[in-house]
């Protein structure tokens, strides 16, 4: 699965959009991004996935550049119940293996 | 529909001891994979298992093992214990269904065993 890179902390207003930048460029054509958020020491939650149309569901949507060599993903209204580590991963569609390779993703603050 | 559970939850035990861990995939849910967090090493694939078939393998010592049972429910097993297992493990769960096209398995995990080794 391609690396993925991600700034390592960032902070957000409470109330305002987020936007978590994810840079994939070795992405390959059959790989999907998703975005998973662990707050702390709790086991990580789905959020969001897309392959290359810009996806949107209750908790985020996703935007992916038309080369697909990054994305980002966007917390609309910001609250502090997101203060979580984001982690941005790809991983190819139908692989025999069903592996997840976390990096050590962006940790952010929402502040009130 | 329930998540994934895990149990227990938390976990103290001494070097050399070994210990069991268990989890239940969401209901219908085949594939189930495990995974090590620590402070240093992070999110860690550990196995992934699959109509009771181990399927896939991550960079861990034979210490570590695992098992899957016939109602997808699954088991790992750590032998002689290290102060470095200390760690959550993390069990996840996807359908895995047999798909041809379209969406990839999503995975979806559970709340984790916090295992202290003493």
């Known amino acids: 699965d391609a690396k993925t890179t991600q700034p390592p902390s960032m902070d957000c207003a409470e109330g305002r959009a987020a936007n978590l930048p994810c840079n994939h460029s070795t992405i390959s054509g059959n790989e999907y991004v998703y975005w998973y958020r662990q707050i702390h020491s709790q086991g990580p939650q789905y959020i969001i996935h897309?392959?290359?149309n810009n996806e949107t569901n209750e908790m985020a949507s996703l935007i992916i550049t038309e080369d697909r060599k990054s994305s980002t993903l966007i917390l609309p209204h910001a609250t502090l119940r997101d203060t979580a580590v984001y982690y941005c991963?790809?991983?190819?569609?139908?692989?025999?293996?069903?592996?997840?390779?976390f990096g050590g993703g962006t940790r952010v603050l929402v502040k009130p | 529909k329930a998540g994934v559970t895990q149990t227990p939850r938390y976990l103290i035990k001494t070097r050399g001891q070994q210990v069991t861990l268990s989890c239940s995939p969401i209901?219908?849910?085949?594939?189930v994979s495990w995974y090590q967090q620590t402070p240093g090493q992070g999110l860690q694939f550990l196995f992934e298992?699959?109509?009771?078939?181990?399927?896939n393998k991550g960079n861990f010592p034979g210490r570590f093992s695992g098992r899957q049972f016939s109602n997808s429910r699954s088991e790992m097993n750590v032998s002689t214990l290290e102060l470095g297992d200390s760690a959550l493990y993390l069990c996840?769960?996807?359908?895995?269904?047999?798909?041809?096209?379209?969406?990839?398995?999503?995975?979806?995990f559970g709340p984790g065993t916090r295992l202290t080794v003493l």
């Open positions: 298992y699959f109509s009771e078939t181990q399927r």
């Open positions: 209901s219908g849910h085949r594939s």
């Open positions: 897309g392959l290359k």
């Open positions: 996840a769960s996807s359908l895995k269904s047999p798909r041809t096209s379209g969406d990839t398995d999503t995975q979806y």
């Open positions: 991963i790809v991983r190819v569609w139908g692989a025999a293996g069903n592996k997840l390779t």
